[in-house]
């Protein structure tokens, strides 16, 4: 499964979509909007097998590795 972040803009989220993609965006179908990016790591963790696709320029830092 696909996990987008809130800030993918909808064009994009319904193109991905027309193509066949199970996708599911935080703030809309999991997770709650305004999330911080510190909550996503446990949203990650539950879905092991999702891939996160954000337009956060820092979101993956070495703070949040090794969690």
């Not at 997770?31 to 993956?60: A, H, M, W």
């Given at each position: 499964?696909?996990i ?64």
């Amino acid at each position: 499964m696909i996990i987008l972040d809130e800030n993918i803009i909808d064009s994009q989220r319904t193109q991905l979509i027309s193509w066949g993609f199970h996708i599911k965006q935080i703030g809309y179908e999991l997770g709650e909007r305004g999330v911080l990016d510190e909550s996503i790591i446990p949203l990650l963790e539950k879905n092991n097998d999702s891939i996160l696709f954000t337009r956060d320029k820092g979101f993956y830092t070495p703070k949040n590795i090794g969690r």
